[in-house]
């Protein structure tokens, strides 16, 4: 859906519902102590996520202090305290409706996004190469057999990787929102950075992890996406540098 058929769908909604959601965002930023932002943290991340998300994922992804963000009855109360945005079915959350989401993310992005949608876009690509560099490495599921069958590969409990899935196959498509949105995130890019830092110390038991979850075709995407924005990047170190030494005619550009 394009933003102006949302903007027309919000226009058209009954002028309760709107007034409900009005009333849950304000009800929201009258809870008490940290409450409320921790109710935009989830609700932010809820809101950008690409598909539902498990209740470890949500935990991992939307920035909770660490005492929170692994315990999973006080996540499952912070979702409560949403305003009713927001539902848990067998352990994923899900916004109520289609409605709930789009007000979130038209009527009250002043409120969730207080620095803009690119900003946390940018946190959960942050935050999901965070956790994956340091919960990575070899033969996760301790197989032991690197050349055993999927259908044989029995995850451990508790599953290692059942609180990153989301991460393994999502943090390029958030580098790219954030990416697209502001171009000086340009350094996670160059020798050194995040991603580089993450590929040169991970990059084969990230493989690894999406070949048991079954999205190495998403993971092969990522890297082409990846190896695009590199080629963009150089284009503009050698177009800045040109400009500097008001070279540009010589460089070919």
């Not at 900003?119 to 340091?134: G, I, K, P």
């Not at 055993?148 to 409990?157: E, Q």
């Not at 040109?242 to 070919?252: P, V, Y």
Request: hydrophobic share 40%; aromatic share 12%.
């Amino acid at each position: 859906m394009n933003s102006w058929d949302v903007l027309q769908v919000l226009e058209g909604l009954p002028n309760d519902l709107q007034q409900l959601y009005d009333r849950m965002m304000k009800q929201i930023q009258q809870l008490k102590r940290k409450d409320p932002e921790f109710c935009r943290l989830v609700l932010s991340t809820m809101t950008l996520a690409y598909r539902p998300l498990h209740l470890l994922e949500l935990g991992t992804l939307s920035g909770l202090p660490r005492e929170i963000s692994h315990n999973l009855k006080i996540i499952v109360k912070i979702v409560g305290t949403c305003g009713s945005f927001l539902t848990i079915r067998e352990d994923y959350i899900y916004f109520v409706h289609q409605s709930a989401k789009d007000y979130l993310d038209f009527n009250a992005s002043e409120l969730i996004f207080p620095s803009g949608s690119s900003a946390v876009h940018y946190d959960l690509f942050s935050q999901s190469l965070q956790n994956m560099s340091a919960s990575l490495q070899r033969d996760m599921y301790k197989l032991r057999q690197p050349g055993i069958s999927i259908d044989l590969a029995k995850p451990p409990l508790p599953n290692p990787l059942a609180p990153l899935r989301y991460s393994y196959v999502y943090w390029a498509s958030h580098f790219d929102k954030a990416y697209r949105s502001s171009f000086p995130h340009q350094s996670d890019l160059t020798d050194g950075g995040k991603i580089h830092r993450f590929l040169q110390d991970c990059f084969l038991y990230w493989l690894e992890a999406l070949s048991i979850i079954e999205k190495v075709a998403e993971g092969v995407l990522a890297i082409t996406s990846l190896e695009s924005y590199v080629l963009v990047s150089h284009f503009y170190t050698i177009y800045g540098n040109c400009t500097k030494q008001g070279r540009l005619g010589h460089a070919g550009i």
